[in-house]
Structure formats: C-alpha cells, structure tokens
C-alpha cells in the first residue's frame, strides 16, 4: 500500500484479488499506508471490506504518549476498541455466512 513503485501496485492487485471479507486497523499516522491510498484500494474491491482507524496511531499502532494525555486514555484502551472493532466486524460477517 505504499507509494514507493512496485510493491505498492503488488500489494494493492493482492488485496483486490481476495474472496473473503476483510478488516482493516490502521493508524492515521501511518506512514507506511497512507488511508487516502487505503481507501481509494477499498473501494475498488469486491468483497466486504471495514476499516478501524486508531486516531494518532502509526504503522505499530503506537500513539504518541501527549496525545494519549489529551485524550485521556492508555495504549490499551485505544487497542482494546481497535479488538472490539474487529469482533463487530467478524460477527456481522458470521451472521452473513
């Protein structure tokens, strides 16, 4: 998903091939994926597609501990809605299935 040639284009045709829902978790501080590239990705594919984004996070998820102050919150609780996140998302799909 980067923008650095190849690999970026490799990644992108890998993820529009899949045949099976997919949950993505991003940092919007990720500078390996910038979201903009993500979403313009997930709307080009065919299957059922999310996207949680950790608000100050970046490719680790990691959040910058000023911002977590701000926010008043901890790594783990910012992980922890990311895994509630997920569980909605697979839940949904199972009752799909």
Request: hydrophobic letters at 40%.
């Amino acid at each position: 998903m980067d923008d650095k040639g190849v690999n970026g284009a490799v990644r992108d045709e890998t993820l529009l091939q899949l045949s099976v829902p997919v949950m993505f978790v991003q940092g919007s501080k990720d500078g390996l994926c910038p979201l903009q590239k993500l979403e313009a990705v997930r709307k080009k594919m065919n299957v059922a597609n999310e996207l949680y984004v950790i608000d100050g996070g970046d490719h680790s998820f990691k959040i910058g501990k000023r911002l977590l102050k701000t926010k008043g919150v901890n790594q783990v609780e910012v992980e922890m809605q990311a895994l509630m996140s997920i569980q909605s998302f697979l839940s949904k799909m199972l009752k799909r299935a």
